[in-house]
């Protein structure tokens, strides 16, 4: 008896856009390697559907300014090179970064208050230490975000660094920094696909090219969210290969800084036995916070403990794998 | 393109043209390419260029009589129209000798306005051809006297011949009638006009009633009241029951203002009895006031009025019956009744006959009332194939999708931003109100017009509309709703509250005490309203199958005043992107489908069948809505592709903005 | 295919009668479409509408259980390809397997791990569902005595067996609970299919390398048969070699009503998998990607605590609005003195003042009422924010113990429950804030000028 399998294959009529990060002396930058992501043509890894030219990517957070609400794993983890971000940098490097995700942290009212020149500085220092494209992101804070993006930018003029986060409450400064220094803009939303592409047409309304833009659509952790962000991303996926041209970036997670804010990450006090051991479950609960992302469509994942690169890592070699190769 | 720029684009063969202009018989020279309102200005003559000659206002119309002209655009002017050779003077070159007509321009801007709005539909009401009989009716009766030999006591004597003459049996009298009858009878020498009451919604059959009896042939005529209680204003009509002839209308803000602009408001204020109590006198000494208005006006005296017809929200229908609105706002939201039974004018105090029922039309639920009920009465959507679309742009958003075969409706609260209330310059459709405003692109100086071209005092739902629209096309907001034009103008400015957009500058102002402005807050509350509506209408689409472009008609109900903006509704992203004609505006449908009610037993009837009908969809806590809604939280909507026409709009506006990607 | 609510109702005797508890035939029609009400609800369909409802709306992907009564596992029905479309209805069942060669120690310490453990998560209690006994001895009576063990604790079970005798040992000591019999191939189809009429127990039907074609045939061939409660393996193990299979499979049954491949899909992520870590991730991907039954190898409570938490995410209900846990949050750095704010947990509605007060750089705390995700105006409208629910949400979070002054900031929407909260909380300042996130910056400001 033979059946004939019907043909499943979709045919998208979208393509999400390639984003380039870093630039190479030929490109007017310094870097020693550089990132594209996107490209796809079809939902995350169904090679047997359309192409996937760029694999996902793993991105490491760190800070000009030694976290002090960082968990014990963290800090044991990346020990001594916390206090210095460009030691942290190489590290990062070291064990298996792809991206430098610089967070100019200090620069918070309440966490240094540093300026545009301290800023300048360890973007300088940054550089120097990792010949990995750079994503910088201020801290949060509009005035603070643009006084040090700004210069954040300018510094980092040709080296084609992401900006971040570039929001609707701050999107004109950000993007007009990244027009003038040709950088690339993390565009960041809530949680919801239609706040996304609002943005995107915000940001396309003052002519920043559309690959210069990747989506942050917004991070839920694991048991904190996740599943809200799985089916953002998936809307957003499907409106860009269905041909909407205002969401067809790249998306970028934060699983790291999400996945550590959650309890289950952050400490072992008072928890029940049955959630087993710390360690384990800690950098489980990023790597597995990255998978549902990944499987979702997630092109950069920024992610925070050392252990937990190789494993995303393994798990992107395995999604890009073609099947019977 | 600047006017200046048509000179330089001298694709002609360079030879002057020769332009006459009428009726000031001036002749100017231009050279071949030359714009139509570069002659009329070289002239000394003026158009109107609100739009700042972008061919998006078309106010500058003027009428070429004679030789050739190319025109880039002819928005607004219809086959016809340019038949005629009406072109805009802004967006038409000059390719030869012309002979132009340049109006007066009131005379050109009346003729052209009926194009993009949707004015209100010519009748306030409605009739039916009154093929059934009224609710209450007279009937002249002559009476065989009594004898010692017919000795029959007068009331049976009575309803014996209006048994015999006019086939009614079984007639009962009020009190008050009974009490009047002796006398009458006698004083009319045995000839009567009776009037009575040939039953009600809920036994239309009978028994039938004798309100009044009056000697001889009584010229009196049998009035009705029609009665629409709206959150923010009521509305009267006063009609004859038996003709349907309009005789007065009256209309009043609702004094329970003071309580609340809200009906939550009114609710929670309720909760105490004697609340409850102040808000029921309330609404019917507004009700009375408006009454006497028209008695008095029309010299008549409380007894002819028979009947009222009251159609109104849930809440407010509550409230004037006095009955506990509490369960109206909780899950799972119920109402007291869905029809409620008629009760007698003098146990709610109006100012009427004491003994006549007090209709109020029944309501499909807690946010869907009968004033929905009486406005798809008025729309008569249900008699017909075509799938319409019926929205009540009031503050509590309700709209109606269907057709003769099903009707499905929903709520979507869209608060009172179009009504006026709540923007820092609001005001209500009144006199001096801002209904439309054109700004120009690169000075962003303002044009507006108000009602009754009185000095302005507020800006009004249709003017917030407007302007809404042209901040976006100009780019004073960007399309998140957020200002944008900061340096670009004075008039964009950091005010108190934030940013802001300034119309009118105090002096020019009808108080001339305060600039009319529009803040960064009201756009934001004009955009969540908007955004309600036409989330509300996707959905409701969404729920039975359709697309909102499967719609073939939209009626529209509520409060704008004189006429609605229909371009601009949909540049905002109000009304979904439809030709024009596709649009009815038909004011307020509530008091019109009561009157239907009132002076119809075909359309009481009706009523009761609608309200049964109707799928009450709700909305709140609706993943659905939700997405739909922050959809629509951007001009015109996230998905563009829903808004071609504002699309080409946007291009032709900002041809720098048009993406250049794909 | 689905049919919508439009396209039913027209079926219907539309007299609005509303017998069926709905006030509409409109009204019913919707919720037929939506699968939340059965057609028999409505006394007045004719005999043919009846069956052409029910031809439109039988399952796409069929309805498996393992066990019975009490430990009923179910897992299928499902109707969609993405989440968002409507909800993922039937949790993939984690299952541990257990070799029964293993010492009667080791499998009684496993069994137990398996049997015992269960924790609480948001309300819910959470547990693997079962134990797959892999027949490794090679003995019957060894796989039989292991199935036996297994059967007293209340676990759906999978029974793994290439031979039909020990499978059939293995049924019978399963006393009626009915596992799934893993598997039948090629090879041994017709024997297992002839247990699983015999047993009344399921079947799962083992592909080859992810052959979909061959998997279909052999699937069509059993059900023919007249076995029809089938699991398929497609025997894909890979991360991408799985999510292709598994798609495809997914796909063809809902897009394509392909009827082959509309059931139940089990996973082995151990088999596709270097080490424990590598394998709870990749029974992460079964649990995003259309995995019905997971059977797990390596037993580690810290993983298991994971996928039980991703399960539990992925299966609720997307159509309810997105919401945030109420409770206290910090924005910035509050200190005892910082201001504090309330709002609701709609997610949206907390994002926006979040972000404004974040963005004002003056660092506050951030009430988050439990208004059922709802939004300020709506929640308020509804009664789900009023003085009452603030005040026990200020009480649940224990404000007075972090904050020490006591005055709350309400949204400027809700100002006319100032009084209310006043008694509420005797003591308290009720200020009103701005009615919209966007005035808040210069209000914070305002405020700490006093
Ligand atoms: S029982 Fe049947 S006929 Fe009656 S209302 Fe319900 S669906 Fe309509
Ligand atoms: S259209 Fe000519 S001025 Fe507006």
């Known amino acids: 008896m033979s059946v004939a399998m019907p043909n499943v294959n979709e045919t998208w009529t979208g393509k999400i856009l390639e984003v380039t990060l870093g630039a190479g002396p030929d490109k007017g930058g310094t870097r020693g390697k550089t990132v594209t992501v996107g490209g796809e043509t079809t939902l995350p890894f169904l090679h047997f559907e359309g192409e996937i030219p760029n694999k996902p990517v793993v991105a490491v957070e760190v800070r000009d300014r030694a976290p002090d609400d960082w968990s014990e794993l963290l800090v044991k983890a990346w020990g001594d090179s916390l206090k210095d971000p460009a030691a942290w940098a190489a590290k990062a490097e070291g064990l298996g970064a792809e991206i430098i995700a610089l967070s100019l942290d200090s620069a918070h009212p309440e966490r240094g208050n540093t300026g545009a020149k301290e800023a300048r500085e360890t973007v300088r220092q940054v550089l120097k230490a990792t010949s990995l494209p750079l994503i910088i992101y201020g801290p949060g804070q509009p005035d603070k975000d643009n006084e040090v993006l700004v210069a954040a930018a300018e510094e980092a003029a040709g080296e084609r660094v992401a900006l971040g986060n570039c929001e609707e409450k701050n999107y004109r400064t950000v993007v007009a920094a990244a027009l003038a220094n040709n950088q690339v803009v993390i565009a960041k939303t809530p949680i919801d696909v239609n706040l996304a592409k609002q943005l995107n047409v915000l940001i396309g309304d003052m002519r920043l090219d559309r690959d210069r833009i990747l989506i942050d659509p917004t991070t839920g952790a694991l048991g904190y969210g996740l599943e809200y962000t799985y089916s953002v991303m998936e809307r957003v996926r499907l409106a860009a290969l269905t041909g909407d041209s205002a969401l067809q970036q790249p998306l970028i997670v934060t699983a790291g800084y999400e996945a550590w804010r959650a309890k289950e990450a952050r400490t072992n006090d008072g928890v029940p036995t049955q959630w087993g051991d710390w360690a384990k479950r800690a950098v489980l609960w990023e790597a597995n916070t990255a998978v549902t992302l990944l499987e979702t469509g997630a092109d950069i994942l920024v992610l925070r403990h050392p252990e937990t690169i190789p494993l995303v890592k393994r798990a992107i070699a395995g999604l890009m794998t073609r099947a019977g190769a | 393109m600047s006017p200046g720029d048509g000179t330089s684009m001298d694709d002609g063969n360079g030879r002057q043209c020769l332009v006459r202009l009428e009726p000031s018989e001036q002749t100017v020279y231009i050279a071949f390419g030359g714009l139509l309102e570069e002659a009329i200005t070289q002239a000394g003559l003026s158009v109107p260029l609100p739009c700042g000659g972008q061919g998006r206002c078309g106010r500058c119309v003027v009428q070429v009589r004679e030789g050739t002209v190319r025109r880039r655009s002819a928005l607004r002017l219809s086959e016809d129209d340019i038949e005629q050779g009406y072109a805009l003077a802004c967006q038409t070159l000059i390719e030869g000798d012309l002979t132009v007509w340049v109006p007066p321009h009131e005379e050109l801007v009346q003729r052209l306005e009926a194009g993009d709005r949707a004015e209100k539909a010519a009748p306030e009401v409605m009739l039916c051809d009154h093929a059934a009989k009224p609710w209450v009716a007279r009937y002249q009766t002559t009476v065989e006297p009594p004898s010692m030999g017919d000795n029959t006591p007068d009331l049976e004597r009575l309803q014996r011949e209006l048994a015999r003459q006019h086939g009614l049996r079984d007639v009962r009298p009020t009190l008050a009638a009974l009490a009047k009858l002796p006398t009458v009878l006698r004083e009319g020498e045995w000839t009567v006009t009776v009037e009575i009451e040939q039953g009600d919604w809920a036994a239309p059959d009978g028994p039938y009633r004798l309100l009044d009896v009056l000697p001889g042939s009584a010229e009196t005529r049998v009035l009705g009241l029609a009665i629409d209680i709206g959150t923010t204003s009521v509305a009267t009509y006063l009609g004859d029951l038996e003709t349907g002839e309009l005789v007065d209308h009256a209309s009043a803000f609702n004094s329970q203002i003071a309580r609340g602009e809200d009906v939550i408001s009114r609710i929670i204020y309720a909760r105490q009895p004697e609340h409850r109590q102040e808000l029921q006198e309330r609404v019917i000494t507004t009700i009375n006031a408006l009454v006497d208005e028209m008695l008095a006006r029309q010299n008549l005296m409380p007894e002819r009025i028979a009947l009222a017809t009251v159609a109104g929200n849930t809440t407010m229908i509550h409230l004037f019956l006095g009955l506990e609105p509490q369960y109206i706002r909780t899950e799972p939201y119920i109402p007291a009744a869905g029809k409620f039974p008629p009760v007698p004018a003098v146990s709610l105090g109006l100012h009427m006959r004491p003994e006549a029922l007090v209709d109020c039309l029944p309501v499909v639920g807690a946010y869907v009332g009968g004033d929905i009920t009486a406005g798809l009465l008025r729309t008569g959507m249900h008699e017909q194939e075509a799938v319409t679309l019926f929205i009540d742009v009031g503050t509590n958003g309700e709209m109606v999708l269907g057709n003769s075969d099903w009707l499905i409706t929903c709520a979507c609260s869209a608060g009172p931003a179009f009504e006026g209330a709540g923007a820092t310059s609001g005001t209500p459709a009144v006199t001096g109100a801002i209904e439309q405003v054109w700004i120009d692109p690169r000075s962003l100086e303002p044009t507006w017009a108000t009602l009754g071209d009185a000095p302005p005092i507020g800006i009004c739902g249709s003017g917030m509309i407007s302007l809404l629209g042209e901040m976006m096309i100009t780019g004073v907001i960007d399309k998140g709703g957020r200002i944008a034009g900061h340096g670009r103008s004075p008039r964009v400015r950091r005010g108190e509250e934030g940013p802001e957009y300034v119309i009118v500058w105090a002096a020019e102002t009808g108080a001339g005490d305060k600039d009319i402005v529009l803040t960064e807050t009201d756009i934001q509350n004009l955009l969540r309203a908007k955004a309600a509506i036409y989330a509300g209408a996707t959905v409701l689409c969404e729920s039975v199958g359709l697309a909102i472009t499967d719609v073939e008609r939209v009626l529209i109900g509520g409060g704008f005043g004189r006429h609605i903006d229909v371009e601009k509704a949909i540049q905002i992203g109000l009304l979904p992107d439809m030709p024009w004609e596709q649009f009815t505006y038909l004011g307020n449908t509530s008091i019109q489908g009561a009157y239907l009610a009132l002076t119809c037993r075909e359309g009481r009837a009706q009523a009761d069948e609608l309200a049964n009908k109707m799928t009450y969809l709700e909305l709140s806590a609706d993943g659905r809505f939700m997405d739909a809604f922050t959809s629509a939280l951007f001009i015109p909507h996230t998905d563009e592709s829903r808004f071609p026409s504002v699309q080409r709009a946007l291009a032709e506006a900002r041809p720098e903005r048009v993406s250049h990607h794909d | ?450």
Request: aromatic content about 8%.
């Open chain 3, 1 to 450: 295919m689905a049919l919508s609510g439009l396209a039913i109702y027209k079926m219907l005797p539309q007299t609005n009668c509303k017998e069926c508890g709905f006030p509409t035939c409109l009204a019913f029609s919707m919720k037929l479409a939506a699968r939340q009400v059965e057609l028999s609800a409505c006394p007045h369909v004719s005999e043919e509408t009846k069956t052409q409802l029910d031809s439109a709306s039988a399952p796409p992907i069929r309805l498996i259980s393992l066990g019975k009564d009490g430990h009923k596992l179910e897992v299928g029905n499902e109707t969609v390809i993405f989440r968002h479309e409507k909800t993922f209805y039937h949790q993939p069942g984690l299952i541990y397997r257990l070799a029964d060669s293993l010492d009667d120690q080791e499998f009684t310490h496993r069994l137990d791990q398996v049997a015992d453990y269960g924790v609480e998560r948001v309300g819910m209690d959470l547990r693997p569902d079962g134990v797959a006994v892999q027949d490794s001895s090679g003995s019957a009576d060894t796989f039989a005595a292991r199935v036996g063990q297994v059967a007293g604790k209340g676990l759906a079970i999978i029974l793994m067996s290439s031979d039909p005798a020990t499978m059939e040992a293995g049924l019978k000591a399963a006393q009626g609970k009915e596992p799934l019999i893993y598997a039948a191939d090629s090879g041994n189809w017709q024997p297992m299919a002839d247990l699983a009429k015999k047993y009344g127990a399921p079947l799962a039907v083992l592909g080859a390398g992810g052959d979909l074609e061959a998997l279909a045939a052999l699937a069509e061939q059993v059900a023919g048969y007249g076995v029809e409660n089938l699991v398929l393996d497609p025997g894909a193990r890979g991360w991408s070699d799985s999510l292709g299979a598994l798609t495809r499979m997914r796909r063809a049954a809902i897009k394509k009503n392909f009827r082959p491949l509309g059931y139940p899909v089990i996973t082995f992520p151990g088999e596709g998998s270097e080490d424990p870590r590598e394998e709870a991730m990749l029974a992460s991907q079964f649990i995003d990607r259309y995995a019905s039954l997971i059977v797990m190898d390596d037993f580690e409570p810290a993983a298991l605590y994971s996928l039980l938490t991703l399960r539990q995410n992925i299966y609720t209900d997307p159509q309810k609005p997105i919401q945030v846990t109420p409770g206290l949050y910090e924005i910035g750095d509050p200190k005892g003195d910082s201001p504090l704010l309330v709002t609701t947990n709609f997610s949206l509605t907390y994002f926006s003042v979040a972000g404004e007060v974040e963005g004002s750089g003056r660092p506050a705390w951030l009430l988050v009422a439990d208004s059922e995700g709802m939004s300020v105006l709506t929640a308020w409208a509804a009664g789900k924010f009023d003085a009452e629910r603030i005040a026990k949400a200020v009480k649940a979070a224990e404000v007075p113990d972090k904050i020490s002054h006591k005055s709350i900031v309400i949204p400027g929407f809700v100002a006319s429950i100032s009084g209310d909260l006043e008694e509420e909380l005797a003591g308290w300042q009720i200020l009103v804030g701005p009615r919209e996130a966007i005035g808040i910056p210069s209000y914070l400001r305002q405020l700490a000028k006093g």
